[in-house]
């Protein structure tokens, strides 16, 4: 009863390997009696008909072609050898017309670069491939996807292109089965910060005949890993600082006032009531408060000018306007003796003043304005211009009224200068009442301290002193950037905005908070704004190198000594000017010590590359993460 189940067993069996091998020799034309394998069995069987293979499961026996003539195996063979002969003449017969494509490796793919770099916040890759021959069936087709795999599972894929064996009818490249050929492909992954531990792989998806049958291809491993050296540029920013709106506090600073004598037509006395009017009066009344409060106020000196109206003899003029100068240096100089005050009186005098002239009259709504105004311009000989414009009789009465007067006159101006508060003075003020300084004043003694802390204090006083001004509120948002509290400076910077928004401190600042968040194109519009600020080269030195472009952030950088220029150098291969850099950064801090790290390790320097990572990470233990993963330290000891 066994034996009689092992039997059906093995009819079952022989019967499915003989369906087997005659599709599988069908689909290559050689079903039924003709020859396809040679067998190394015991009774040298050499050829297959698939006729005499179903008939096995009544007889077991098979039935084999030698030439021209069938034989049948006798009884005595044992059924092992038979299932083993048939096994192999099976594969054999599959994989002589299999439609697998089989593996590719690593060697049939060249990356560049490799391993992979960050670059403007993308990952950008060129990938050239192989198809070796006798690979690409003609009648498959491939599709090819770059993927790169980081993370829990994430993956992000490239640009896919298709490739076609050469009986596909389609528009894709097509590969020669004998030849194989090459390809190129490009892809580009915008850059997370789990890409630095990561994977390229090239995935296939390939599918054979009319029917599609799908072709497993297994995936190939072909890079490993991102240098995302250029992301630092988000870590430099806070110790390369934002910017500070600037007060415009001076000590001593220059003033001028100036007073007016007017004269009567051909004359050169000084009239008493003259000098009693309100402009000579603030004259005399400055001298007397520049002696009274020395301290505070210091007489330069006194400039006299004079003039006569240009109607009327050149030469007479010229006399007049002489005398006019000279009562006017006289009576300056005794009002500077009266009030106890020494100082220089310089005297000078213009015989006719066509320049004061065209400027009243460009000014006034005289009749025949233009007329007399295009006259002045036609013609620059004195007596000329005066006929042409007494010619006009109803005009020159209005010039003669109320013009002309106005220009017979002796200008009195005082250069002085106002003194203002000592750096001691101001500091003692802010100490005992922070209110009764100016807001200059404010903004000014936060930079005579050199702890953030303190100047962040008298800028937040200043705030409360002066709400309306913006300056204090972005500049306290500036140290608020430089702590690394980027919420706290976009507090401060929106209500320096609300203020000011067209402030150019303001707009370069949100543009470097926007580069913070990886922003670019935000902080682009806004540093736009910001083009006026005294640190623009800094801050367009920052937005270039998040951009990518590291020669002309280098460029835009140079002579500024900060973490963010040493960064743009090492990225643009400029080692020496790198070293430099570092060496010069005043306030030196873990982002130094790391940049210095990575520049060594570029130059082989492994031990020095060592030390300094080490030290960066001891004042910030939080970089330790992205060391663990950085492929530029990947041969530095940690």
Same mark, same amino acid.
């Given at each position: ?480 950037? #430089? =702590? &690394?509290?980027? $919420?706290? !400076?976009?507090?401060? %910077? +929106? ?8 402030? /150019? ?40 190198? #998040? =951009? &990518?472009?590291? $020669?002309? !952030?280098?460029?835009? %950088? +140079? ?8 960064? /743009? ?52 233990? +939080? ?16």
């Amino acid at each position: 009863m066994l034996f009689r189940e092992i039997d059906l067993s093995l009819h079952n069996i022989y019967a499915a390997i003989a369906q087997l091998v005659e599709r599988n020799l069908a689909k290559v034309e050689v079903a039924g009696p003709s020859p396809v394998c040679r067998s190394k069995d015991a009774a040298m069987v050499e050829l297959v008909d698939t006729r005499d293979l179903k008939s096995l499961g009544q007889k077991w026996l098979c039935g084999f072609e030698s030439r021209s003539r069938h034989y049948h195996l006798k009884p005595f063979i044992m059924k092992k050898n038979l299932i083993l002969f048939f096994s192999a003449a099976s594969v054999l017969a599959l994989t002589s017309c299999s439609s697998k494509l089989g593996e590719l490796s690593a060697d049939n793919f060249t990356v560049t670069p490799n391993p992979l770099e960050s670059k403007g916040g993308q990952v950008a890759v060129t990938i050239n491939g192989t198809f070796p021959e006798k690979y690409l069936k003609k009648k498959a087709v491939v599709t090819v996807v770059p993927e790169l795999r980081y993370g829990n599972g994430q993956a992000a894929q490239g640009q896919a292109a298709t490739f076609q064996g050469e009986k596909v009818e389609g528009n894709d490249q097509t590969i020669s089965y004998k030849m194989g050929g090459n390809y190129t492909m490009k892809a580009n992954y915008k850059y997370v910060p789990e890409m630095q531990k990561s994977d390229l792989y090239m995935t296939f998806d390939a599918y054979y005949g009319k029917k599609k049958k799908k072709i497993e291809v297994p995936a190939v491993k072909v890079a490993e890993g991102v240098i995302a050296t250029s992301e630092l540029y988000k870590n430099t920013l806070a110790g390369s600082g934002a910017c500070i709106a600037p007060d415009t506090f001076q000590r001593v600073r220059a003033q001028r006032q100036e007073s007016q004598i007017k004269f009567l037509i051909n004359q050169a006395n000084l009239r008493k009531s003259e000098l009693k009017n309100n402009s000579v009066q603030e004259f005399v009344k400055l001298l007397k408060d520049i002696n009274d409060n020395q301290e505070t106020l210091n007489l330069k000196n006194v400039e006299v000018l004079a003039y006569a109206s240009p109607d009327g003899g050149v030469e007479f003029n010229d006399k007049l306007a002489s005398k006019r100068q000279d009562v006017s240096v006289d009576y300056a100089e005794k009002q500077l003796k009266g009030a106890e005050l020494q100082g220089d009186v310089t005297g000078k005098y213009t015989a006719q003043d066509w320049d004061g002239f065209q400027k009243l009259v460009a000014a006034s709504n005289i009749q025949d304005k233009d007329v007399i105004l295009r006259v002045l311009s036609m013609y620059q000989d004195p007596e000329e211009r005066e006929q042409q414009i007494r010619n006009m009789s109803a005009g020159f009465r209005e010039l003669a009224d109320g013009i002309l007067p106005e220009l017979r006159r002796s200008r009195l101006i005082i250069n002085y200068e106002t003194i203002g508060r000592s750096d001691d003075q101001i500091k003692a003020q802010y100490n005992s009442d922070a209110t009764q300084l100016s807001v200059d004043e404010l903004l000014y003694a936060a930079t005579l301290e050199d702890n953030l802390d303190a100047k962040e204090a008298i800028y937040k006083k200043t705030t409360e002193v002066y709400p309306n001004d913006y300056r204090a509120y972005n500049n306290v948002a500036a140290i608020e950037f #430089a =702590k &690394g509290n980027d $919420a706290e !400076a976009k507090n401060y %910077l +929106s209500k320096a905005q609300s203020i000011n928004g067209s402030a /150019a401190e303001v707009n370069a600042n949100l543009g470097l908070l926007a580069l913070k968040e990886g922003n670019v194109s935000e902080a682009e519009n806004y540093i736009a704004k910001g083009n006026t600020v005294a640190d623009y080269n800094k801050v367009l030195g920052s937005l270039n190198l #998040a =951009k &990518g472009d590291y $020669a002309t !952030a280098e460029q835009n %950088l +140079s002579g500024i000594n900060c973490n963010t220029t040493a960064l /743009a150098q090492i990225l643009n291969k400029n080692y020496a000017g790198a070293a430099t850099t570092l060496n010069n950064v005043e306030n030196k801090d873990a982002m130094t010590d790391y940049l210095q790290a990575i520049l060594n390790a570029r130059q082989g320097n492994n031990d020095a590359a060592s030390s300094y990572l080490k030290s960066a990470l001891q004042k910030d233990p +939080s970089l330790s993460t992205y060391a663990n993963n950085d492929l530029e330290l990947s041969k530095v000891s940690k």
